[in-house]
């Protein structure tokens, strides 16, 4: 009964490098997407997807991308990494229609 | 657009006492309302919801109803575990399916 995996649980990149930060779901859920949580500012939307093929900009893409080739996976990428990036990164999952989010565990991401 | 504006923390409270977390929201049309609860070095879960206007959540002790006339939805424990310190966070979902969250308020209970 995984849920939601997130991998690494843990990173620290130099400026300028580049990363894919994985999500998968096995719960057939249609909806995914991708949160920051930054002290003091909660969890701010990045992007999200209703299906696959289709992906969205959240409250705060820039510096990232993402793509939604299959229904179970959603990786987040970060092209050029930059310090305003280190975060905590959530991916979460749900069936359409207001339903409960599963959340995966976390990626603590630093950059130096 | 849709946000949620809840209780500053921290929150720091003995055990058995009892805890209020107020939430406000904004939004257009009928939202549905949530609760989740972060435990430390752990992904969100869902604590409770409510999906109309005068709706009642809850559960492992807490509540929430769903006021459409004050826009609110306070989370309450009439008696408080150690076991209950976490991060709470109070959430909307419109019909866009997109969770606004609040910015979190971190409860301690000390024995």
């Known amino acids: 009964n995984a849920g939601v995996t997130q991998t690494p649980k843990f990173q620290v990149l130099k400026t300028g490098q580049s990363m894919t930060l994985q999500c998968a779901q096995d719960?057939?859920?249609?909806?995914m997407s991708w949160y920051r949580q930054d002290p003091g500012m909660g969890l701010r939307l990045i992007h999200y997807s209703v299906g696959a093929g289709i992906t969205d900009q959240g409250e705060v893409p820039n510096g990232y991308n993402v793509s939604r080739s299959t229904t179970e996976d959603f990786p987040l990428r970060l092209l050029s990494a930059a310090p305003s990036q280190t975060s905590v990164y959530f991916c979460?999952?749900?069936?359409?229609?207001?339903?409960?989010?599963?959340f995966g565990q976390g990626t603590r991401l630093t950059v130096v | 657009g849709n946000s949620v504006t809840q209780m500053e923390g921290p929150v720091t409270l003995s055990e058995e006492a009892f805890l209020t977390i107020n939430c406000t929201y904004t939004?257009?049309?009928?939202?549905?309302l949530f609760w989740y609860v972060q435990y430390p070095g752990e992904g969100l879960q869902l604590l409770l919801k409510?999906?109309?206007?005068?709706d009642k959540g809850s559960n492992k002790g807490f509540e929430a109803t769903y006021r459409k006339e004050t826009t609110s939805f306070h989370l309450e424990k009439g008696s408080v575990q150690v076991s209950d310190s976490a991060v709470y966070f109070c959430?909307?979902?419109?019909?866009?399916?997109?969770?606004?969250f609040g910015k979190g308020t971190k409860l301690t209970v000390n024995p």
């Open positions: 719960m057939n859920h249609e909806y």
């Open positions: 409510a999906t109309k206007a005068d």
């Open positions: 939004a257009t049309g009928y939202p549905s």
């Open positions: 979460a999952s749900s069936y359409l229609g207001n339903t409960e989010a599963f």
């Open positions: 959430a909307l979902q419109g019909g866009s399916e997109k969770l606004v």
